[in-house]
């Protein structure tokens, strides 16, 4: 009997260890093999832009660029021969439109439409797109997209900034699942705009994310400087935008995300902070916050840990993923517990839209939570979380736009409707 045990065991460890090498090769391949990728951008500050592509050969490469389409006046060549390039304009002006070409000998380039815009001291509008969980190719990836450019009537420049709540390519998030669901279908946005991608869990599966993508560690794009790829902020105009990362960083109050976070806010000086990450704090859209289980407690650590944070600082507004529905509170504070345990003493004003704060900077001014997780998947749910009175089982994605007192958030859903909009409006009436 013994030795049965024993040769039972024995087969169970050999059979752990052999899928623990299978998996290991896996996300190794998945994560380091190589694909030819056009050209994109990385790493917007108000002086410079990097530019990334891949080539089927080894070569060096160059871009020209200038300040209108017919005056690529300047030209930047590559020091050394590579198949993955990277390249950064410095010397840029702040909040100019640039026009660019990339020239690379081995890879037909699409050069269409190549045009990018520096980060702004001041604008006085702005408008952002965000999609959530939009990793799926396929009629209801494009749709929503189609809607964007409809509202925008088909002119690029009337966007200013394209942020991804995470998820962004399925299931895994592989060098090559990046190339099919991302880089293909939004090939017009990657020319156009520093993808701002919060990382998603089915991007932490693999390590391809933090190779494709470049993010600010040292206040490059404004902010306190992180000295972490995985948590930063970027400051455009009105806004002060700070991407945490849900899945693969500590979430303790003590944590370097959390530590940074309270040195970057208490920092800011801009009218509007919007904080992004994948795992929303609240939510009954398919992920449920009232569970300790669900996707490993992440829902509870991001309330507990962060929204203290939110409410100390008065963020405005905070947007995840995750669920693939659509969901959205009132003005609120101080929740950290279960959905039971949600009262009136929660909402700060209790209306639908048209929300007020002060300008001044207060404690307790209150925060509104939305997710958007539905940009090409839509999960049936109860969508009965008490704080998120306003949550539609519908696919879409969210216009945000901002002047320097208000900030307009709009569910822009796959039909082209505005299925839930509100406004807030900073006044400098001491409240
Ligand atoms: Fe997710």
Redesign the pocket.
């Known amino acids: 009997m013994k030795k049965i045990i024993k040769k039972v065991l024995l087969g169970l460890v050999f059979l752990i260890a052999i899928y623990g090498v299978g998996r290991f090769i896996d996300v190794s391949y998945g994560s380091l093999q190589f694909v030819k990728r056009q050209p994109y951008l990385v790493s917007q500050t108000q002086t410079s832009m990097a530019i990334k592509w891949q080539t089927p050969k080894s070569e060096v490469g160059k871009v020209l660029y200038g300040l209108s389409p017919d005056t690529l006046i300047n030209v930047l060549n590559e020091s050394e021969t590579s198949k993955k390039h990277f390249l950064t304009l410095g010397k840029l002006n702040e909040c100019t439109q640039y026009y660019y070409k990339v020239i690379s000998p081995s890879l037909i380039i699409d050069n269409n439409g190549r045009h990018f815009r520096t980060l702004c001291k001041e604008k006085q509008t702005q408008r952002l797109w965000v999609i959530g969980?939009s990793g799926k190719v396929g009629a209801n990836q494009r749709e929503v997209y189609a809607q964007l450019y409809k509202y925008i009537k088909n002119d690029y420049k009337e966007l200013d900034m394209w942020l991804l709540l995470?998820?962004n390519a399925y299931p895994s998030g592989t060098q090559k699942q990046f190339n099919k669901k991302l880089f293909k279908p939004f090939k017009e946005l990657v020319k156009r705009y520093t993808p701002w991608a919060v990382a998603?869990?089915?991007d932490a599966r693999r390590w391809a994310f933090y190779d494709i993508f470049d993010f600010p560690t040292n206040a490059e794009a404004g902010g306190v400087a992180s000295l972490h790829e995985e948590f930063y902020s970027v400051e455009d105009a009105n806004l002060h935008l700070i991407v945490l990362d849900s899945e693969t960083i500590s979430r303790a109050k003590d944590g370097d995300m959390a530590e940074w976070l309270r040195r970057d806010l208490r920092a800011n000086k801009k009218p509007w902070v919007i904080v992004a990450f994948?795992?929303p704090p609240y939510s009954d859209g398919g992920h449920k916050s009232d569970s300790y289980w669900d996707s490993r407690g992440r829902l509870m650590d991001m309330r507990e840990t962060f929204v203290p944070i939110f409410d100390e600082f008065g963020v405005d507004l905070v947007l995840s993923?995750?669920s693939h529905g659509y969901e959205r509170s009132k003005l609120i504070i101080n929740h950290l517990g279960k959905s039971d345990t949600f009262t009136q003493n929660n909402i700060l004003q209790d209306r639908k839209t048209n929300y007020i704060k002060s300008a001044i900077k207060k404690k307790n001014s209150g925060t509104i939570y939305q997710v958007c997780?539905s940009s090409a998947k839509l999960d049936g749910a109860t969508y009965n979380h008490p704080a998120l009175p306003y949550s539609l089982e519908e696919m879409g994605s969210l216009i945000i736009e901002l002047t320097p007192t208000t900030l307009t958030s709009k569910f822009l859903n796959i039909n082209g409707k505005i299925a839930d909009e509100f406004t807030i409006t900073k006044t400098i009436r001491k409240k």
Do not use: A, F, R
């Open positions: 969980d995470g998820d998603g869990n089915h994948h795992t993923g995750h997780g």
